[in-house]
């Protein structure tokens, strides 16, 4: 099939390479414009408790509607309660008086509530409400900013979904552009080094070209249908460059090993697509299956990272397997013009003869003392993966931005400078039977609220029923409260009967009563979000039901679904990928050892990250804060991406592998010739893979920075320790076991034909050379 495929496509290469061209000038148009719809959101299971009490709050409390904060500060007066600060805000907000968008303003002036002031006293913010929900926002802020100008003295920062979410594209485009830029002159430098030629190193960097604005084209179009993270674009840019560059590397270093041989160019065609495209194909299926493991989560935030991972691996494969190959066609024996072989030379580079031999000589090292080799190598990966057994999960708030965003700074201000948790309390929705007013839900209700404000964390409850004698400032009992409420309206104390009658229009609707538990820690951090479970185990008398939300609640239940989900998105990406490499090699004992190892390197990049980023190690040389704990949902994304990469050289090694075994039926010798013939191109495309991955780790914002460590550490690892030591080792033991299969199965895969030799010609005696032809 594979064959015919690269037959086809040769023959009409002028057509490919002309549709190819067409397809990503038109799709990265719209690419351009893929970072205005994405979010920095999605962090919500929308089947949760947490979600619900959002629902309840937006349908029965007027809520559902976005706001901004804004953060006032002076350099001319520290009391931000002074009617010149207060003045100086006044002016500054005033041109929003008459904006349609803008529902009112609320803050100090408004309301005397010293919740607006800091601590110290010295800034203040106000509450700028939005007709607009949280997505319509973020097309607000830039309006918004526009009218706003504070007077000489004062400053003011903007917070909110929609400033973070604004500010965060920016960010995201300017790590885009760092990344880029640092990393394509060292991958250019790379192919060059492997190719020796300018010509054949051009090639992987074009396809590169053509499926990553694709790509953003393709975000473009589905951001408009569904929620998409505003982190996709790295995402997708960084394994399009990376998984775009390993294939092309695959196919152009056997196209140029079958020309080597004698070929006509047409026959070099079909031998690289019947080969190495064959491994690609397997390849990037793999990738994507690892990657549509996360569309089983709930949290848009996960699931748009596998829609986006799927689509570059789509569109990489696309022109991997059309434009490349039709390029080929057409470059022919000029594929190797611009030759630099002389000049490496005359430096004194070795990228020629004697890199196979001695890929060779450490593979049979190896498989002479197999046991010797695997046990202290088993033993390395366990001790460097075992941070991952303290591993702590947080949800991730405006903290993993950089300090210097603007919009990160006013958030970290309000929950640092400010009375703590005012701002994103714990919300508590209690349905009552009969009249909340009644003395007897009154005395129900009010041991609710004493229950919550006696938790450790809790600061105070906010409440119609958590009333304070006028006269001490102590607390009622839920007795005292309940006895106050049976007394008619006029007979309470005017001050409690004002208080009452505030609270009640704030927090009761019909026989729904409203609690905001204010607390001390920070809502994104796992002791927070530990909180939720511990509320919701609280009893109410009376028959009265509760729901929990907030932020704190919405992390708690975004890992509770995480936690759900995750086994069937890992047993997916296992159970998926062992099928599509028995399809390839016809072989049970691959597929489970390539699962095995694939796990034992992941897991140590795991470990390696909880000991970088969870504790705080390294974090000078990184440059991140340490935030104490591990971001949700990175190691989620991780494992899928890493376990589709780590799939690649896997399929590349063991096609050639399996190449030599069928011809000789030599296991050992096999082994050592797929080893030495893939290592200068294996060799590249890690140096290339790491090379864009830790590019990505001078991304300022500690999501991304983590996921480019991570994968840099992950593939690093395959390619040295599983790719030299670990297979060698196991197929030395496995010997003719490792492609074996019981009949039925074995016949089955002989029908579909995937696992067949294309092979089947004498290969060279040289062995592979960086440089040269081979690959």
Same mark, same amino acid.
């Given at each position: 099939m594979f064959t015919r495929w690269g037959a086809f496509v040769y023959r009409f290469r002028r057509v490919f390479v002309v549709g190819a061209l067409g397809l990503a000038l038109a799709m990265g148009f719209f690419g351009l414009s893929a970072s205005s719809h994405l979010s920095s959101g999605g962090w919500l299971d929308t089947t949760s408790e947490s979600a619900r009490v959002d629902e309840r709050l937006a349908a029965e409390f007027g809520g559902g509607k976005s706001s901004i904060i804004a953060l006032f500060r002076s350099s001319t007066t520290s009391d931000a309660t %002074?009617?010149?600060?207060?003045?100086?805000?006044?002016?500054?907000?005033?041109?929003?008086?008459?904006?349609?968008?803008?529902?009112?303003?609320?803050?100090?002036?408004?309301?005397?509530?010293?919740?607006?002031?800091?601590?110290?006293?010295?800034?203040?913010? $106000?509450?700028?409400?939005?007709?607009?929900?949280?997505?319509?926002?973020?097309?607000?802020?830039?309006?918004?900013?526009?009218?706003?100008?504070?007077?000489?003295?004062?400053s003011y920062q903007l917070t909110g979904y929609g400033p973070i979410t604004k500010d965060a594209a920016v960010l995201s485009e300017k790590d885009l552009t760092r990344a880029e830029t640092l990393s394509l002159p060292i991958v250019a430098f790379i192919l060059v080094f492997v190719f020796a030629s300018l010509s054949a190193a051009a090639m992987p960097l074009l396809v590169a070209g053509l499926a990553i604005p694709t790509t953003l084209g393709l975000i473009y179009f589905v951001s408009r249908q569904i929620e998409m993270s505003v982190y996709v674009i790295n995402i997708a840019t960084m394994l399009g460059l990376a998984l775009a560059i390993d294939y092309s590397l695959f196919i152009v270093s056997r196209f140029r090993e079958e020309l080597a041989r004698g070929r006509t160019v047409g026959e070099a065609v079909e031998k690289a697509v019947a080969t190495s495209g064959k491994a690609v194909a397997f390849s990037g299926f793999a990738v994507a299956?690892?990657?549509?493991?996360?569309?089983?989560?709930?949290? %848009?935030?996960?699931?748009?990272?596998?829609?986006?991972?799927?689509?570059?691996?789509?569109?990489?494969?696309?022109?991997?397997?059309?434009?490349l190959p039709a390029t080929l066609g057409m470059l022919g024996t000029r594929v190797n013009s611009l030759s630099?072989?002389?000049?490496?030379?005359?430096?004194?580079?070795?990228?020629?003869?004697? &890199?196979?031999?001695?890929?060779?000589?450490?593979?049979?090292? @190896?498989?002479?003392?197999? +046991?010797? $080799?695997?046990?202290? $190598?088993? $033993?390395? #990966?366990?001790?460097?993966?075992?941070?991952?057994?303290?591993?702590? =999960?947080? @949800?991730?708030?405006?903290? @993993?931005?950089?300090?210097?965003?603007?919009?990160?700074?006013?958030?970290?201000?309000?929950?640092?400078?400010?009375?703590?948790?005012?701002?994103?309390? /714990?919300?508590?929705?209690?349905?009552?039977?009969?009249?909340?007013?009644?003395?007897?839900?009154?005395?129900?209700?009010?041991?609710?609220?004493?229950?919550?404000?006696?938790?450790?964390?809790?600061?105070?409850?906010?409440?119609?029923?958590? +009333?304070?004698?006028?006269a001490t400032g102590t607390a009622l009992t839920p007795e005292q409260v309940g006895q106050l409420y049976a007394l008619p309206a006029a007979s309470r104390p005017a001050q409690t009967q004002a208080a009452i009658g505030a609270l009640q229009q704030a927090y009761v609707r019909g026989t729904t009563v409203r609690f905001n538990a204010i607390s001390r820690l920070d809502p994104a951090s796992p002791e927070s979000t530990s909180l939720t479970p511990t509320i919701r185990a609280l009893a109410a008398a009376n028959g009265?039901?509760?729901?929990?939300?907030?932020?704190?609640? /919405?992390?708690?239940?975004?890992?509770?679904?995480?936690?759900?989900?995750?086994?069937?998105?890992?047993?997916?990406?296992?159970?998926?990928? *062992?099928? @599509?490499?028995?399809?390839?090699?016809?072989? #049970? !004992?691959?597929?489970?050892?390539?699962?095995?190892?694939?796990? +034992?390197?992941?897991? *140590?990049?795991?470990?390696? +990250?909880?000991?970088?980023? =969870?504790?705080?190690?390294?974090?000078?040389?990184?440059?991140?804060?340490?935030?104490?704990?591990?971001?949700a949902g990175n190691p989620v994304i991780m494992f899928s991406v890493i376990f589709g990469l780590s799939m690649d050289y896997e399929v590349l090694l063991l096609s050639r592998i399996q190449e030599a075994y069928r011809r000789t039926g030599d296991n050992t010798a096999a082994v050592a010739e797929g080893l030495a013939r893939t290592a200068g191109v294996i060799t590249g495309a890690a140096l290339i893979m790491v090379s864009v991955f830790a590019a990505f780790a001078l991304a300022d914002t500690i999501t991304i920075k983590v996921i480019g460590v991570g994968m840099a550490i992950a593939v690093l690892l395959d390619?040295?320790?599983?790719?030299?030591?670990?297979?060698?080792?196991?197929?030395?033991?496995?010997?003719?076991?490792?492609?074996?299969?019981? &009949?039925?199965?074995?016949?089955?895969?002989?029908?579909?034909?995937?696992?067949?030799?294309?092979?089947?010609?004498?290969?060279?005696? =040289?062995?592979?050379?960086? &440089?040269?032809? !081979?690959?």
């Amino acid at each position: 099939m594979f064959t015919r495929w690269g037959a086809f496509v040769y023959r009409f290469r002028r057509v490919f390479v002309v549709g190819a061209l067409g397809l990503a000038l038109a799709m990265g148009f719209f690419g351009l414009s893929a970072s205005s719809h994405l979010s920095s959101g999605g962090w919500l299971d929308t089947t949760s408790e947490s979600a619900r009490v959002d629902e309840r709050l937006a349908a029965e409390f007027g809520g559902g509607k976005s706001s901004i904060i804004a953060l006032f500060r002076s350099s001319t007066t520290s009391d931000a309660t %002074s009617p010149a600060f207060q003045a100086a805000i006044a002016q500054t907000v005033a041109p929003l008086a008459g904006d349609p968008n803008v529902t009112g303003i609320v803050g100090f002036a408004q309301t005397k509530d010293a919740r607006f002031i800091s601590t110290r006293g010295s800034a203040t913010y $106000v509450v700028i409400q939005l007709n607009a929900t949280d997505e319509q926002s973020v097309e607000l802020v830039a309006g918004i900013r526009a009218r706003l100008s504070a007077p000489a003295g004062f400053s003011y920062q903007l917070t909110g979904y929609g400033p973070i979410t604004k500010d965060a594209a920016v960010l995201s485009e300017k790590d885009l552009t760092r990344a880029e830029t640092l990393s394509l002159p060292i991958v250019a430098f790379i192919l060059v080094f492997v190719f020796a030629s300018l010509s054949a190193a051009a090639m992987p960097l074009l396809v590169a070209g053509l499926a990553i604005p694709t790509t953003l084209g393709l975000i473009y179009f589905v951001s408009r249908q569904i929620e998409m993270s505003v982190y996709v674009i790295n995402i997708a840019t960084m394994l399009g460059l990376a998984l775009a560059i390993d294939y092309s590397l695959f196919i152009v270093s056997r196209f140029r090993e079958e020309l080597a041989r004698g070929r006509t160019v047409g026959e070099a065609v079909e031998k690289a697509v019947a080969t190495s495209g064959k491994a690609v194909a397997f390849s990037g299926f793999a990738v994507a299956i690892g990657l549509s493991g996360l569309l089983l989560f709930k949290s %848009s935030a996960i699931s748009s990272i596998g829609v986006a991972g799927s689509l570059v691996v789509i569109s990489t494969l696309v022109y991997a397997l059309t434009f490349l190959p039709a390029t080929l066609g057409m470059l022919g024996t000029r594929v190797n013009s611009l030759s630099l072989g002389g000049l490496f030379r005359r430096l004194g580079w070795r990228t020629n003869a004697g &890199g196979g031999h001695r890929w060779e000589r450490v593979a049979r090292v @190896v498989m002479r003392r197999p +046991l010797f $080799v695997l046990g202290p $190598v088993l $033993v390395l #990966l366990f001790v460097v993966g075992s941070p991952f057994f303290r591993l702590i =999960q947080g @949800v991730p708030d405006a903290s @993993v931005y950089p300090p210097g965003m603007a919009s990160r700074d006013a958030y970290i201000a309000l929950q640092t400078e400010f009375a703590t948790g005012e701002t994103t309390p /714990i919300v508590v929705l209690a349905t009552v039977h009969g009249d909340p007013a009644s003395a007897g839900n009154a005395t129900a209700l009010a041991d609710y609220g004493a229950q919550l404000a006696r938790l450790d964390g809790v600061t105070r409850v906010e409440s119609p029923y958590s +009333l304070t004698d006028p006269a001490t400032g102590t607390a009622l009992t839920p007795e005292q409260v309940g006895q106050l409420y049976a007394l008619p309206a006029a007979s309470r104390p005017a001050q409690t009967q004002a208080a009452i009658g505030a609270l009640q229009q704030a927090y009761v609707r019909g026989t729904t009563v409203r609690f905001n538990a204010i607390s001390r820690l920070d809502p994104a951090s796992p002791e927070s979000t530990s909180l939720t479970p511990t509320i919701r185990a609280l009893a109410a008398a009376n028959g009265i039901t509760t729901q929990v939300g907030g932020e704190s609640a /919405i992390g708690h239940d975004f890992l509770v679904a995480q936690g759900d989900r995750m086994p069937y998105a890992i047993g997916l990406t296992l159970l998926a990928s *062992a099928i @599509v490499l028995f399809l390839l090699f016809g072989s #049970l !004992a691959i597929p489970l050892k390539a699962v095995v190892m694939t796990l +034992l390197s992941i897991s *140590a990049s795991f470990g390696a +990250l909880v000991w970088i980023f =969870q504790d705080g190690n390294l974090h000078d040389l990184l440059h991140f804060t340490p935030l104490g704990y591990t971001i949700a949902g990175n190691p989620v994304i991780m494992f899928s991406v890493i376990f589709g990469l780590s799939m690649d050289y896997e399929v590349l090694l063991l096609s050639r592998i399996q190449e030599a075994y069928r011809r000789t039926g030599d296991n050992t010798a096999a082994v050592a010739e797929g080893l030495a013939r893939t290592a200068g191109v294996i060799t590249g495309a890690a140096l290339i893979m790491v090379s864009v991955f830790a590019a990505f780790a001078l991304a300022d914002t500690i999501t991304i920075k983590v996921i480019g460590v991570g994968m840099a550490i992950a593939v690093l690892l395959d390619a040295t320790i599983v790719r030299v030591l670990l297979v060698p080792a196991t197929m030395r033991l496995l010997g003719r076991w490792n492609w074996w299969a019981p &009949g039925p199965l074995q016949r089955f895969a002989d029908r579909l034909g995937f696992d067949h030799v294309e092979d089947a010609d004498p290969v060279l005696d =040289q062995g592979p050379t960086l &440089g040269g032809a !081979a690959g």
